[in-house]
């Protein structure tokens, strides 16, 4: 593998290029968030990622219920960093990293680095059955998105040229595995398209009928809401016609349906796997110790103990709040780490004084229910209903990249939900 540090590539090189080299890998909200941060400090940076584009993953679930398209959800790196002239992007897959050489190994090329900053994020876990996997995505990126919309569509089509009535049955239902809010979000989507949206484009079955199940070990679904957000969440998916299993376990999952802890088999043609995240590998990267799901234990500066120069930020990172409780792995947790390295590694580069320790702050919870409902805890206000739905649907909007976006995004919402319609209902068969 070549060894190549982008910066001092050429004799010639870029301006600036004795500077110190910051390597991120991950342009989600972590990295991309340090990259921004780090724009005006006297270094030179490399990101990295196995993916050329950003992805909005909180809106992920409207992608793969056909509300949005992948467009309206995702950007090329290249182009939203184009004008950061400190800034290098590479699409590459980090593979290992020798942090004796200070060397990031990839797919593609090996670079060499003075400060490191891993944003990785985390995936979906299967509790050790990933054999589970290929029968019961998960939602994570925009290929699955697509892959779960493909899936939920096509079921449709082969159900109304079915004749057999329990293969038809089986066909039209649907199983969501976790009710945190992924699993509450799909459950109420799938439960609109079926009961709204496609009502009447078929001539041999009628979608109403489908059944859409949400499964949840726990209780109550959205258990890190306040109890009665969660029992609201609940009664308004059963009030839109999904039904729900709770303090229930999938036992197994396979090509014909899943089967539960009480003993009971439903046959099914569409899983979606809500149900555990993990970290992604970058502790067995740098041997860092780590929590049971792989996120790396970090110092208060978010360092890595023992590498003063690694930083760990978003779902890759454990680390706790003022209360000595987990920070959580959502997007506004990750931009709060990444603008905080950004500023250890500008004063470090600056030569000044270090800021304090990280210091998250908790901003709310949202989740949505359905075309006009969500729940909204900010502090002592919860919100539900219409309202809570506006305020979710402002939020998500404000946070989207580019007018564009935000314009496309706003106007498909505002038209589906005068009319119930989706727009990127698109499938097809492949040839043989
Ligand atoms: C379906 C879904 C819905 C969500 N809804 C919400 C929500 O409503 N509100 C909220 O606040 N949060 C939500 N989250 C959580 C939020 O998206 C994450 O907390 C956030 O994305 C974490 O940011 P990150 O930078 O740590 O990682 P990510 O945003 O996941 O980015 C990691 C990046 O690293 C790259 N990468 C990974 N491994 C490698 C490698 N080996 N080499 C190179 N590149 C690599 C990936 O391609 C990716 O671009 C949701 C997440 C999902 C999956």
């Not at 910051?22 to 340090?34: C, D, E, H, R, Y």
């Not at 219920?65 to 960093?81: E, F, K, V």
């Not at 905080?340 to 989740?367: C, E, K, N, T, W």
Request: positive net charge.
């Amino acid at each position: 593998m070549p060894l190549i540090n982008p910066w001092r590539r050429s004799a010639e090189g870029p301006p600036g290029s004795q500077r110190p080299h910051v390597v991120i890998v991950g342009a989600g909200f972590g990295g991309l968030q340090a990259c921004k941060e780090l724009a005006k400090a006297a270094a030179d940076i490399t990101l990295v990622d196995a993916r050329n584009h950003h992805c909005f993953q909180p809106l992920l679930y409207q992608v793969a219920t056909a509300a949005l398209s992948p467009g309206d959800i995702a950007w090329p790196i290249r182009a939203m960093l184009r004008r950061q002239q400190n800034v290098e992007v590479i699409m590459a897959r980090v593979t290992e990293i020798d942090t004796t050489a200070r060397r990031v190994h990839t797919s593609e090329i090996d670079l060499t680095y003075d400060y490191l900053v891993l944003a990785t994020g985390a995936t979906h876990s299967y509790f050790g059955r990933d054999d589970w996997a290929p029968f019961a995505p998960g939602l994570k990126h925009i290929a699955d998105a697509t892959e779960i919309r493909r899936r939920f569509l096509l079921a449709f089509e082969r159900a109304e040229v079915v004749v057999d009535a329990v293969e038809q049955a089986r066909l039209l239902t649907f199983v969501i595995i976790g009710g945190g809010a992924t699993g509450v979000e799909m459950a109420g989507a799938f439960a609109e398209v079926a009961r709204q949206t496609l009502r009447h484009d078929f001539r041999h079955i009628d979608p109403r009928n489908s059944r859409i199940i949400l499964v949840e070990g726990g209780p109550r679904v959205l258990p890190v809401f306040p109890p009665a957000l969660s029992h609201y969440a609940e009664r308004s998916l059963r009030a839109m016609g999904a039904e729900i299993e709770l303090n229930r376990m999938v036992t197994g999952c396979d090509a014909r349906g899943v089967s539960l802890d009480d003993g009971r088999r439903i046959e099914a043609s569409t899983l979606v796997w809500a149900a555990g995240v993990v970290a992604s590998p970058a502790a067995s990267w740098i041997a860092a110790e780590h929590d049971r799901v792989g996120r790396i234990k970090v110092a208060s500066n978010l360092s890595v103990p023992g590498y003063p120069d690694i930083f760990i930020v978003g779902d890759a990172a454990a680390v706790d709040d003022a209360d000595g409780r987990p920070v959580p792995g959502i997007a506004p947790a990750a931009k709060q780490m990444g603008a905080y390295v950004a500023s250890v590694i500008a004063a470090r580069v600056g030569g000044r004084q270090a800021p304090a320790p990280f210091a998250y702050r908790h901003l709310g919870d949202l989740a949505t229910i359905g075309r006009k409902s969500a729940v909204v805890k900010l502090g002592p206000l919860q919100l539900t209903g219409l309202i809570g739905w506006l305020f979710w649907s402002g939020v998500h909007i404000y946070f989207l990249i580019g007018v564009r976006n935000r314009f496309v995004v706003a106007l498909n919402w505002l038209w589906s939900y005068v009319t119930f319609q989706r727009g990127a209902r698109l499938i097809g068969i492949a040839p043989k």
